[in-house]
Nanobody, 124 residues
Framework: QLQLVESGGGLVQPGGSLRLSCVAS????????IGWFRQAPGKEREGVSC????????NTANSEKGRFTISRDNAKKTVYLQMNSLKSEDTAVYYC?????????????????WGQGTQVTVSS
């Protein structure tokens, strides 16, 4: 079964940047849509961005403002989330997930493979 591992989280000051990586093991990423989600303490999980198998992107509010950019490199079996101008409210555990149907969805229940998450903390 496809497995996903996130990395790149950490502590960053407000206004800083981080690039998260989601690396697939055992199988290629190419057929899957990959989404990034996040969950802050005491809050529900929310979608951040998604990229289809053909590279079509669905963004949520934060990425629509140009702060977050999703991309994929199928040869490296990796999907990235570039996060700029980070704010304290971006603090959360960030997860990547795979949807076996190659198109994106805003419904997290349609993603059936999840990574373990990486913590992003934005604080001065």
């Amino acid at each position: 079964q496809l497995q996903l591992v996130e990395s790149g989280g950490g502590l960053v000051q407000p206004g800083g940047s981080l690039r998260l990586s989601c690396v697939a093991s055992r199988f290629t990423l190419a057929p899957y849509a990959i989404g990034w989600f996040r969950q802050a303490p005491g809050k529900e999980r929310e979608g951040v961005s998604c990229i289809s198998n053909f590279g079509t992107i669905i963004n949520t509010a934060n990425s629509e403002k140009g702060r977050f950019t999703i991309s994929r490199d199928n040869a490296k079996k990796t999907v990235y989330l570039q996060m700029n101008s980070l704010k304290s409210e971006d603090t959360a555990v960030y997860y990547c997930a795979a949807r076996p149907i190659g198109s994106c969805s805003r419904n997290s229940n349609e993603f059936n493979v999840w990574g373990q998450g990486t913590q992003v903390t934005v604080s001065s």
